[in-house]
């Protein structure tokens, strides 16, 4: 009998050892992107996967269309630990760690697969292993899609057309360059500010993803839309460093699984998102046009300048696996 409970005690032991500690949490996840769009649908569920798996334990307060501010005011509060979690651009993270560039580099990122098998593998990895000295962690990459062209002034069919469009962009010195090489009038300024200047005429155009544009209404004050690709943008879901260090190793664990495993569903939304939302702008009324190969590979040449520049910021071994991945070479 002895035996049998000094057994029975030892595996309630092993049982103990073994199951998961979550402890109460709440979360603030933010995001400047509109409810309805990829990135944020890919929030509710990564909310409703962590709540699940976690018991119930730790919770998820979604907050979109910039309701916390823009992406570069909650990253500063990720930092100081007032907000947990937001998903932006990862290109944009090259603010904090230069290599994160690379995923801007314009027109040569053309298959979405191809980009799943990088971010999710090594080069994902290189990256992320960067952000904690920056005081922030990276979780996963999720997906905004192809970003494209829209103005109010004229169709734009080709290089030519670009030349001296006021457009905004993102606060990244790389896209700022890109716009400017491709003869357009770079116009950095935050995303919460950008249907008024449109409204108003402060900007001419701007660029983002099909499902980006709808969402936003911006098809209310533009009436062309050119479907360039020039950026592929794959997003990063990030959590503050203050935050992440008062978790303990099972609700990192699972923190980091939920995320990843939301990757998956999400991109499959946004891919197909990006067809229906253009079928809507279209039926909007606005004029929506596809560039030929041709003017895309014109457009890609008027970017070398910036790709080598930009390439000599970036590790080297990097820079080489993804350009064997995707098939570009250095002019």
């Known amino acids: 009998m002895k035996k049998i409970l000094i057994g029975l005690m030892v595996l309630g032991f092993a049982l103990t050892a073994q199951a998961q500690e979550y402890r109460s949490h709440t979360i603030k996840f933010a995001a400047t992107g509109q409810e309805g769009t990829p990135p944020v649908q890919g929030m509710h569920i990564f909310a409703k996967k962590l ?27 990720l930092k100081g630990g007032v907000v947990e979690m937001m998903v932006w651009n990862a290109g944009n993270m090259i603010s904090e760690v230069q290599d994160f560039g690379i995923l801007d580099l314009p027109f040569i990122y053309q298959d979405p697969e191809v980009m799943d098998q990088l971010l999710d593998g090594d080069v994902g990895e290189k990256l992320t292993d960067q952000l904690p000295e920056h005081n922030v962690v990276g979780l996963a990459f999720w997906e905004q899609g192809f970003r494209l062209l829209t103005n109010d002034k004229r169709e734009v069919k080709s290089l030519k057309d670009i030349s001296g469009l006021k457009v905004r962009v993102q606060q990244n010195p790389l896209l700022v360059d890109m716009w400017e090489a491709l003869g357009a009038n770079a116009t950095p300024m935050p995303v919460t500010e950008l249907y008024t200047a449109l409204e108003t005429g402060a900007v001419d155009g701007q660029e983002t993803t099909a499902p980006f544009i709808w969402g936003s209404k911006y098809y209310e004050v533009q009436k062309y839309v050119t479907v360039t690709r020039h950026n592929y943008n794959p997003q990063i879901v990030l959590i503050g460093k203050p935050f992440w260090d008062q978790l303990n190793a099972d609700e990192r664990d699972l923190l980091v699984k939920v995320a990843r495993e939301t990757a998956k569903e999400q991109r ?46 970036f590790d080297s071994d990097l820079v080489e696996e993804v350009f064997d991945a995707v098939g570009y070479q250095l002019n």
């Open 51 to 77: 709540e699940d798996q976690s018991d119930g334990k730790i919770k998820v307060r979604v907050f979109s269309n910039g309701k916390l501010g823009g992406d570069v005011q909650v990253l500063s509060s």
């Open 268 to 313: 499959d939304i946004s891919r197909k998102a990006q067809l229906e939302a253009l079928d809507k702008i279209r039926d909007a009324g606005n004029v929506v046009t596809q560039i030929s190969d041709e003017q895309r590979q014109a457009m890609l040449d008027a970017e070398s300048p910036v790709i080598n520049k930009y390439v000599e910021t």
